[in-house]
């Protein structure tokens, strides 16, 4: 999820916004937030919008009756003005149930002007509503909030200077423009959301990918590194007794890390496939090399054809296991429809076994097409890998 907010950080809108229920928008911890991107397009915005605050000043300075009473009232505009151009910045960093406090502050600091405007500071409620709206806090808390803001605003015009026309242009004006920010706000927030969602599922495809990578060469090489130790123990025990055979097995050795490169290859480039009756006659070659007397079916017409590489796997996978661990004699692979089973008579199942890496990548190929893999003591008395699909 982090590596998914720095991308969104250096390549998204420059706007950091995330809906309420994600929290904080990526790198908008405090104060780095406040010259974000997205900040600096906010101040932009919020400067101009400032511009409205001219007749609050003069009106102020108007109704002062010293110097020093203009200069503050001017100085609380001023303060006013910064609280809005940085409060929502800010908020964009706050976990959500924080949210409200700059959108309080600036509310607050408005009730500062009453000195000098009285109940006629609902003038300045637009940058209240706006600020809320662009706090991202979820469509029913906006509206509701931006709703009471607006009838108070109302009131407070009433109470200023009777109900009259000017009123009811006030409340429109708060209502509709801090909707409009709530509005431009939330579609970056859908915007940023929708671009996580993205970075996470490409995330989460390069995982599986690594992971049937990382698996299929295991499957491949312990496979074949198996039958090539084998193999290669053989021939040394042949090289005296039976120079012409200890080559023949040595040729077979190289053939085989030959076609073991070979398979790497395919694999890293995406188009291994394993073929049942090629399966079938590689798991006879490795038994026999490891001195496992081998029953194995004489043909795969049993098994249907959908299941067959799943199958050729499990296969290759059982094999491997009774060459690497099982200490066993004889060999079992019986083959049927949708359903496939290793036996042995050797030394039966380990936990060790039962938890390899090898099992591990078996059991993740059999379950995600639905089948079920189950291992235990087969009726040979040993070590029994059974595959339903």
């Known amino acids: ?78 303060v006013y003005g910064l609280v809005f151009l940085v409060g929502v910045p ?70 200023d200077d009777g109900f009259g026309e000017d009123d009811l242009w006030i409340v429109a004006i708060i209502f509709s423009i801090s909707l409009m920010m709530a509005a431009f706000a939330n579609a970056f927030a859908a915007m940023n959301q929708l671009r996580l969602t993205q970075d996470q599922v490409q995330t989460m495809a390069a995982e599986r990918e690594r992971t049937r990578m990382a698996r299929d060469i295991h499957d ?50 995406g188009f291994r496939g394993l073929t049942l009756s090629g399966e079938l006659a590689a798991a006879r070659v490795a038994l026999s090399a490891a001195g496992i007397a081998a029953d194995l079916p004489s043909g795969t017409d049993a098994v249907a054809e959908p299941q067959r590489e799943l199958t050729a796997w499990v296969l290759r996978e059982g094999v491997t296991n009774v060459v690497r661990h099982s200490g066993a004699r004889r060999c079992a692979v ?27 990548g078996l059991r993740e190929r059999v379950e995600a097409v639905g089948g079920r893999l189950s291992v235990g003591r087969s009726d040979l008395g040993g070590f029994s890998l059974k595959v339903v699909l």
């Open 1 to 78: 999820m982090d590596d998914n907010r720095t991308r969104l950080h250096e390549f998204g809108p420059p706007w950091p916004m995330l809906p309420r229920a994600m929290g904080p928008a990526p790198f908008t911890t405090l104060p780095e937030v406040l010259h974000s991107r997205g900040a600096v397009s906010w101040y932009v915005g919020g400067i101009l919008s400032l511009l409205w605050l001219i007749s609050a000043v003069q009106e102020v300075v108007g109704r002062s009756t010293t110097t020093g009473t203009a200069v503050l009232g001017a100085a609380l505009v001023l």
């Open 90 to 159: 800010v908020g964009w960093a706050l976990a959500a149930r924080w949210r409200f406090v700059p959108v309080v502050v600036l509310l607050a600091l408005s009730f500062t002007l009453m000195p000098w405007l009285g109940w006629g500071i609902h003038n300045l409620w637009t940058y209240v509503g706006v600020s809320l709206g662009m706090m991202v806090v979820g469509w029913r808390i906006t509206i509701i909030g931006i709703g009471l803001l607006s009838l108070a605003a109302l009131w407070f015009g009433t109470l």
């Open 220 to 269: 491949i090489l312990g496979h074949s590194l198996t039958v090539i130790t084998v193999k290669a123990e053989l021939a040394g025990r042949l090289v005296d007794a039976d120079p012409a055979r200890a080559h023949a097995e040595i040729a077979e050795v190289e053939a085989l890390a030959r076609g073991a490169l070979a398979d790497v290859r395919a694999t890293v480039a």
């Open 334 to 360: 019986r083959l049927g429809a949708h359903e496939i089973e290793i036996a042995d008579d050797g030394v039966g199942p380990v936990d060790a076994g039962a938890s390899s890496t090898g099992l591990s």
